[in-house]
Structures are given as structure tokens and as C-alpha cells.
């Protein structure tokens, strides 16, 4: 569905939104639908929606995955509010 993304090409031109136990979150406000953030972490990156936390495409070990989605849960309606507004700011990390 079209939706794999060159990070690494991309990563000058996303803003840095949180970071925390490793991980980096990023968005790319001219980004395509669905709302959707990136996250990096060591060799691997993936992109996730933002409504559910779900893994769009790209790859993390399982225990970070369920660190990044306990945080966009916490997070979820700033997120979406982030990605409608393109008002980037930072987000607290996960504590």
C-alpha cells in the first residue's frame, strides 16, 4: 500500500518529537494519510499510526514496540493534534 518510507533520506527534514530509552520519534508533517510517526532505534526504524500504536511497516524488537505504544497512547490526542496542525513541538518521553 505504498506506505514504506527512505528514512534516512527524510530524517533532515523531521523534526525530532521525543526521544527516551533509545528511542527516537520523528515526524514528517508533509508526510502522506494515515497520521503516522517514525521511530528509530539502533539499526532499525518503523512507522506507526498513531490512532491505534499499530506497526505500519519497518521493524523493532517487541519490547520497544510496546514501549512506543504505551507512549502514543498516553500521547495519542497531542499526536493527532501535532499531525492536523503541523505545530510541531516536543513531547515529554515515556518515564
Known amino acids: 500500500m505504498g506506505l514504506c ?4 533520506n527524510k530524517k533532515s527534514n ?4 521525543s526521544r ?3 528511542l527516537v520519534i520523528y515526524m514528517f508533517f508533509n508526510d502522506h494519510n494515515p497520521p503516522h510517526f517514525k521511530v528509530k ?3 532499525f526504524e ?3 499510526y498513531i490512532e491505534n500504536g499499530a506497526l505500519l511497516n519497518g521493524d523493532l524488537p517487541v519490547s520497544k514496540l510496546k514501549l512506543v505504544q504505551a507512549w ?3 500521547h495519542k490526542d497531542e499526536l493527532l493534534l501535532m499531525w492536523e496542525s503541523k505545530n510541531f513541538h516536543k513531547i515529554n518521553p515515556l518515564q
Open 5 to 8: 518510507v527512505d528514512l534516512k
Open 14 to 17: 523531521m523534526p525530532e518529537i
Open 20 to 22: 527516551f530509552y533509545g
Open 41 to 43: 532505534y539502533s539499526d
Open 46 to 48: 518503523a512507522n506507526i
Open 72 to 74: 502514543a497512547e498516553i
